[in-house]
């Protein structure tokens, strides 16, 4: 049993007496997702009182005891696939990379391949081993659905130089968003610190208290009437849906964002209901991670790139110039 955590419950008291299996395992374990649980005794990792449990709906008994066995996880060592990907530069140590939207960074729950790190590992062969198994050479990410410039590592002297000018906030990082509403004031800075969200675990948010200092610089490029505006976002420091959460904190979420972004929409008469239906189901966020400043960890050189806006983002901000 040394390849499974277990996890032991109380007796079940009268409180808990005909409660469904999976729920009464969720109550005592809530670090274990419902779900999880639900697989884990369909497995037949669910042991009460020496008989494996084979039903999420049985009914436990006052003076009963479980024993869940969830089995470690094995993590996979990602295999090399063809996976087109745009090279914007590469050398021995580093090699950066204009991600397209939709293509996931490294290998994690759910996602077991065709992502980024596969893709480079079929270009560049080597990657630093420091970012484990699923990620290697990976020293920052973006979002699947956001695309835009990344740089990986390629030994493991670069990747420790690269996370140590991203812990430094020396990277330089700008970013175009298309946002619903124009901000007021039209420039400005977004701070607070950035958690997971206590009413929902799967979202970050500005919280009060914990979390990690956040802070993103704004400036309004181009704004479309009052409905929508294209922003330019430098990030000072780097958390998880920063500027998604940034900007949704100062009232102007992404368009096509459908995690912060619930209810947003051009709904004002005297538009196109074309240009309307084109800019609400828009199929992903609107961000772009358009340039990428650091100094090289071998030479010293100051280097810097930048990509165009792609394809759908292209057609999204000709849209919004017509309303």
Same mark, same amino acid.
């Given at each position: ?29 809530? /670090? ?21 449990? $084979? ?9 009963? &005891?479980?024993?869940?066995?969830? %089995?470690?996880?094995?993590e996979a060592e990602p295999l090399p ?6 090279? #914007?530069?590469?050398? /021995? ?8 939207? $939709? *293509? ?26 420091? $970012? ?14 956001? &695309?835009?410039? #990344? ?18 906030? &020396? ?25 997971? &969200? ?36 430098? *990030?000072?420091? $780097? ?8 900007l949704t904190k100062i009232g102007h ?52 790139? /930048?990509? %165009? #806006? ?14």
């Amino acid at each position: 049993m040394s390849d499974y955590r277990i996890y032991n419950t109380p007796m079940v008291n009268k409180d808990f007496k005909g409660w469904r299996a999976d729920k009464f395992l969720s109550a005592c374990f809530p /670090e274990i997702s419902r779900s999880q649980i639900q697989r884990l005794i369909s497995d037949g990792n669910v042991v009460c009182d020496d008989v494996t449990i $084979g039903d999420n709906a049985y009914k436990v008994k006052e003076g009963e &005891s479980f024993v869940l066995s969830i %089995p470690e996880a094995v993590e996979a060592e990602p295999l090399p696939q063809d996976i087109p990907v745009d090279i #914007l530069y590469q050398d /021995e140590d580093i090699v950066v990379v204009n991600k397209p939207a $939709g *293509l996931v960074v490294h290998p994690g729950a759910g996602v077991a391949d065709g992502t980024l790190v596969n893709a480079l590992l079929y270009k560049c062969h080597d990657l630093s081993g420091i $970012g484990g198994v699923r990620r290697p050479g990976i020293v920052h990410r973006i979002d699947k659905e956001t &695309s835009g410039i #990344l740089v990986a590592a390629k030994n493991d002297n670069a990747h420790k130089n690269l996370c140590a000018q991203f812990a430094e906030h &020396s990277i330089e990082r700008t970013y175009f968003a298309f946002v619903f509403g124009v901000p007021n004031p039209i420039n400005g800075t977004v701070e607070g610190n950035i958690g997971r &969200s206590p009413y929902d675990r799967k979202k970050m948010a500005v919280i009060a208290k914990g979390g990690k200092p956040a802070v993103t610089h704004y400036q309004t490029v181009e704004n479309y009437k009052t409905f929508a505006a294209e922003v330019r976002c430098r *990030l000072e420091t $780097g958390r998880t849906h920063q500027i998604r959460v940034h900007l949704t904190k100062i009232g102007h979420s992404l368009i096509g964002d459908k995690v912060y972004g619930t209810g947003k929409k051009i709904t004002a008469k005297g538009i196109d209901d074309c240009i309307k239906g084109q800019v609400n189901n828009f199929p992903r966020q609107a961000l772009h991670a358009q340039s990428l400043g650091f100094i090289h960890p071998r030479t010293g050189e100051r280097l810097f790139f /930048e990509t %165009p #806006l792609p394809e759908d983002l292209d057609g999204l901000q000709a849209v919004l110039r017509q309303i």
